[in-house]
């Protein structure tokens, strides 16, 4: 289930099919609607060949899809001067604080690099793979290994 943000209209909500007739119909608009969405932007992606724009683009449609109003983007690269090193996993990278973006406040943004440590929620989820969804940042449980950097807020 996909919930909708702060943003209106952004997010188109799926809900479970299999109800009454009126509120497949609804879905099934909604569907479509989202699945030409997903061609529109998946038209623009093939279209754009500056990378800057091409990473903002990318960060504003998966706001859009789901509704939120802001989003961060980051990047994994390689970390100057260490030899590459295939038998041991992202030892060699760092993630890079691309871009930023939020339409409920303004916030100065810079770039910077990070560690890939499971210690932060982009560590975690960059060294695991595994998706995070996490309703409030500021109530994540103290068992997760992963915590909110208040200084990014």
């Given at each position: 289930i996909i919930r909708p943000?702060?943003?209106?209209?952004?997010a188109l909500p799926l809900r479970p099919m299999g109800r009454?007739?009126?509120s497949n119909a609804a879905d099934l608009r909604r569907l479509v609607a989202q699945t030409r969405k997903l061609?529109?932007?998946g038209q623009a992606l093939s279209r754009e060949r500056d990378m800057g724009r091409l990473l903002a683009l990318i960060l504003t449609s998966a706001r859009d899809l789901i509704g939120c109003d802001a989003g961060s983007l980051y990047l994994v690269q390689k970390k100057p001067d260490v030899p590459e090193d295939p038998r041991r996993?992202?030892?060699?990278?760092?993630l890079f604080f691309k871009l930023a973006q939020n339409d409920s406040v303004k916030v100065p943004f810079k770039e910077f690099p990070l560690e890939i440590t499971k210690e932060s929620i982009a560590g975690f989820v960059a060294r695991t793979g595994e998706p995070l969804n996490l309703q409030d940042v500021y109530r994540i449980p103290k068992s997760r290994p992963y915590r909110f950097a208040q200084s990014f807020d």
């Open positions: 943000g702060i943003r209106d209209g952004a009454s007739g009126a061609n529109d932007i996993y992202l030892a060699d990278k760092r």
